[in-house]
T-cell receptor, first 114, second 114 residues
Framework: NAGVTQTPKFRVLKTGQSMTLLCAQD?????MYWYRQDPGMGLRLIHY???????AKGEVPDGYNVSRLKKQNFLLGLESAAPSQTSVYFC?????????????FGPGTRLTVL | GNSVTQMEGPVTLSEEAFLTINCTYT??????LFWYVQYPGEGLQLLLK?????DKGSNKGFEATYRKETTSFHLEKGSVQVSDSAVYFC?????????????FGTGTRLLVSP
């Protein structure tokens, strides 16, 4: 099993450009999440999904959109990138409620917005 | 609100030294508590968890005890190895209705030298 994979691993954007980050999991998990990791701030939840076709906002959703058209994939979109979105982005998945269920993380995408 | 406070890093130790990384939390009720570890260049992995007061989570020689009276979940290991060098995140999942998202601390970097 590959677990949780993310593409791309690195990306540099100019302000105003758009891009999509792809997350895929092969564990048949219902729940998927997008986090951003910034120095001194830990991980913050951007958006999450509790099943195919569903999405919901997390702590810091502004400037991002997501889609979960297939159970195994969770896409994170930046329509008009800003320097404040420079960060490391992690996707994660879990079988059920995160309260008692382990979240499995991808290796991350390092995004720089100039 | 819900929050997690971890000790500032980096924590620098020699191989075979004793490790303690402090974690305290603020939450209502009885949250579930977790330690995640992030090795260089990788995503987070669950290290251990505890779901009720006085529970002890353990894995790979690491231990943490859920202390309700002191709202703490300190991570300990009796003898660290160079391979334990990583960033350690304490996290909680609050007990509330609806989506129980993970709240992460800011992370503590551990550096172990031979």
């Amino acid at each position: 099993n590959a677990g949780v994979t993310q593409t791309p691993k690195f990306r540099v954007l100019k302000t105003g450009q758009s891009m999509t980050l792809l997350c895929a999991q092969d564990m048949n998990h219902e729940y998927m999440y997008w986090y951003r990791q910034d120095p001194g701030m830990g991980l913050r939840l951007i958006h999450y999904s509790v099943g195919e076709g569903t999405t919901a906002k997390g702590e810091v959703p502004d400037g991002y959109n997501v889609s979960r058209l297939k159970k195994q994939n969770f896409l994170l979109g930046l329509e008009s990138a800003a320097p404040s979105q420079t960060s490391v982005y992690f996707c994660a998945s879990s079988y059920s409620w995160p309260g008692n269920n382990e979240q499995f993380f991808g290796p991350g995408t390092r995004l720089t917005v100039l | 609100g819900n929050s997690v406070t971890q000790m500032e890093g980096p924590v620098t130790l020699s191989e075979e030294a004793f490790l303690t990384i402090n974690c305290t939390y603020t939450a209502t009720g009885y949250p579930s508590l977790f330690w995640y570890v992030q090795y260089p260049g990788e995503g987070l992995q669950l290290l251990l968890k505890a779901t009720k007061a006085d529970d002890k989570g353990s894995n790979k020689g690491f231990e943490a005890t859920y202390r309700k009276e002191t709202t703490s979940f300190h991570l300990e290991k009796g003898s660290v190895q160079v391979s334990d060098s990583a960033v350690y995140f304490c996290a909680l999942s609050p007990m509330n209705t609806g989506f129980q998202k993970l709240v992460f601390g800011t992370g503590t970097r551990l550096l172990v030298s031979p």
